[in-house]
């Protein structure tokens, strides 16, 4: 291991890494901070780029600068503008724009820099440490554990992001899977609910419901009633600092969430989005009561939690992609189509037979999390300029931006149609505090959830895999009490009362 | 009845609707090796449909009460012509037209018209200012498109 890691440390730490890893994590943040371009359609576009480098360490150094640099910038964008290009900092946006609505957009940057920094960082050491006994551990897991666990965390979703309104979050989550079945599946190739129309053959695009349910309604809002857009402009941001006492407060959080979110990152098919939503939930649930009313309107906690655990859950994910070559999430996906195509296979032999590009990897994600750090705070000022944008440009951009996100994304005209009647629909629903989030992480894990369910039945015969395999029944019984959790707690406060 | 369940009605509209989907339609499409299996196409529907009917019913029956937000920013649907709702149509409106003439206006006339014309919309008054930045910022974002990222968008109108 240290063979490998002084090999790791030499290339990683080469004029031509070095360079990569930094313009690979500031090509990320920029672009991740335009709502619509995630880290998998840079990553993807990237790809040609990186092919042409030659050198696959090179390749796997930039692309994962960039998915960190992507997963940074999409946090900004959700605290300045409520606007997340990306799943995973859906949730930052929870806590993190009303700080900045509240004109605490600085120590809101600088919280989520800190705790991405330490989540990034936590999650290498774990990753260095823990590899290979937690891909053995991943291993284990079976479709009906996977699904399972994707029944908790939709549970937990639900449970949490509808702020005493359960039904009307289940509700959104169940419509989010519902609309995850429209198209053609990855088991049965037949079409399914596209009621004859050619451009739902491929279903509804991820881009465009994100954008569709998170920057349309509130660029409409924003027109409605222009004192939401006062908050904004008048948001100086005037203290980066953060006190002894927050620092002390989010320094647990940041902790368990590094843990946690690198765990869940391990596990094929969970990532960032489910560590974020998770971490928030899990910091809400066990906040005491007074801190507990804070999430959902400015709490550092709430901020600090699904920034820490996207982060390592990043690096998490990159546990099965290097030591079992199964990816993770969409992301690594990709970043395993770069790899094939650059004629390297990663699986458990990779430690062994190529050192330099497993371990100057890891290497290179101490560097990266360094860069973004050393990059982002200076540039908070900066950045947070956005907010004093006049709101006749500012407004206008953010649409614009918001049909170029989705356009790019399919390079279809119809898809700006559909996201313009999604935004409308996703606008009146907003007026009725319907919560937005459990409908787009309901659709993002639909498919991978009708998938594991699939294998479940086909492999045990029918529902016998939740009687046969106890860690699914378990995990089912604690999604069963998540759902159940808020409705004791509302008849508990009522006994009280 | 409140806003929430009227949502509420038309999303079991929906669900009623798929359901129907899935258990009346989908599984005569289903070939005959298929049908042995013990998962088909219809049945995470069937369940997704059941449970969407049973939540949306819930919120519609009124069980679940509706909690008004307090916070004094937020929209109140009730007085919603209180508010720049002739402005947030307009902006609407301009979006669909944008999509309907992304690709037989070109990116430049299109992106150019919309931005301006929302701007100006919105108050911006220093037109010729809006228009400037506009064009700057429309030919940077068509030349990262299609130069750096590679995706085809049509600069200009298909006559050119």
């Given at each position: 291991m240290l063979e490998g890691l002084l090999i790791g440390l030499e290339t990683a730490f080469s004029l031509k890494n070095l360079f990569m890893v930094i313009g690979g994590c500031i090509i990320g943040t920029f672009i991740g901070m335009l709502p619509g371009l995630g880290p998998m359609s840079i990553i993807a576009i990237m790809i040609p780029i990186a092919i042409t480098l030659g050198d696959p360490s090179a390749a796997l150094i930039l692309l994962a600068g960039v998915y960190y640099g992507a997963i940074f910038g999409g946090s900004t964008s959700s605290i300045l503008l409520n606007a997340p290009g990306v799943a995973g900092t859906v949730a930052t946006s929870f806590d993190g724009y009303p700080m900045a609505r509240a004109g605490k957009a600085g120590k809101a940057l600088t919280i989520a820099a800190i705790s991405s920094f330490a989540g990034g960082t936590i999650g290498a050491i774990l990753l260095m440490i823990f590899a290979p006994a937690l891909s053995s551990v991943a291993l284990l897991f079976h479709s009906a554990e996977y699904f399972a666990l994707m029944i908790v965390g939709l549970s937990a979703i639900a449970a949490f992001a509808g702020s005493g309104q359960v039904a009307k979050a289940i509700l959104m989550t169940v419509l989010g899977l519902m609309m995850a079945t429209v198209g053609e599946g990855a088991l049965f190739n037949m079409p399914r609910f596209t009621m004859g129309l050619m451009d739902l053959q491929s279903g509804f695009s991820f881009i465009t419901l994100a954008m569709a349910i998170f920057a349309l309604p509130e660029a409409i809002f924003l027109v409605l009633n222009p004192a939401r857009a006062a908050h904004s402009e008048s948001?100086?941001?005037?203290?980066l600092r953060i006190t002894k006492q927050e620092a002390k407060s989010i320094a647990p959080v940041i902790g368990r969430q590094s843990a946690q979110g690198f765990f869940i990152g391990v596990l094929?098919?969970?990532?960032a989005t489910i560590a974020s939503f998770l971490g928030y939930a899990v910091e809400r649930n066990i906040a005491p009561e007074h801190e507990k009313k804070e999430f959902g309107k400015g709490s550092i906690k709430g901020l600090a939690a699904p920034e820490t655990a996207n982060n390592a859950a990043c690096t998490g994910s990159f546990v099965p992609l290097l030591t079992l070559g199964i990816p993770g999430s969409g992301t690594t996906a990709i970043l395993l189509g770069a790899l094939i195509a650059l004629n390297v296979s990663p699986g458990p032999r990779l430690m062994t037979d190529e050192p330099q590009i497993f371990w100057a990897v890891i290497i290179s994600m101490y560097i990266g999390n360094v860069v973004l750090l050393i990059l982002n705070l200076p540039l908070i000022p900066y950045i947070a300029k956005v907010l004093t944008i006049p709101r006749t440009f500012l407004i206008p951009f953010i649409l614009f931006f918001t049909l170029m996100g989705s356009y790019i994304g399919q390079n279809n005209s119809t898809e700006l149609l559909i996201l313009v009647g999604l935004g409308v629909c996703a606008t009146i629903m907003r007026f009725a505090n319907y919560p937005m989030a459990p409908l787009l992480i309901g659709f993002i894990l639909g498919r991978m959830l009708e998938d594991n369910f699939s294998r479940s039945m086909q492999l045990y015969d029918g529902i016998n895999f939740i009687v046969e395999r106890p860690m699914t029944m378990i995990l089912l019984f604690l999604a069963a009490f998540l759902v159940v959790l808020p409705y004791l707690r509302l008849g508990k406060s009522k006994n009280a009362d | 009845m409140s806003l929430d369940r009227w949502i509420a009605l038309v999303i079991l509209s929906i669900s009623l609707l798929y359901s129907y989907a899935a258990f009346f339609t989908m599984d005569q499409l289903l070939p005959p090796f298929m049908q042995r299996n013990p998962i088909w196409p219809s049945t995470f529907p069937k369940i997704l449909g059941v449970l969407s009917i049973l939540v949306s019913a819930i919120i519609v029956l009124g069980f679940e009460k509706n909690k008004d937000s307090k916070d004094g920013t937020e929209i109140d649907y009730r007085r919603l012509f209180d508010y720049n709702l002739g402005q947030a149509v307009f902006l609407i409106i301009m979006m669909a037209a944008y999509a309907l003439s992304l690709r037989p206006l070109g990116f430049f006339i299109s992106t150019i018209t919309f931005l301006t014309v929302s701007g100006y919309a919105l108050g911006e008054r220093k037109i010729f200012r809006l228009f400037f930045i506009i064009a700057i910022a429309s030919f940077i974002i068509w030349y990262l498109v299609e130069q750096v990222l590679g995706i085809y968008l049509r600069p200009l109108p298909s006559i050119f």
């Open positions: 948001g100086k941001i005037e203290n094929p098919g969970a990532g | -």
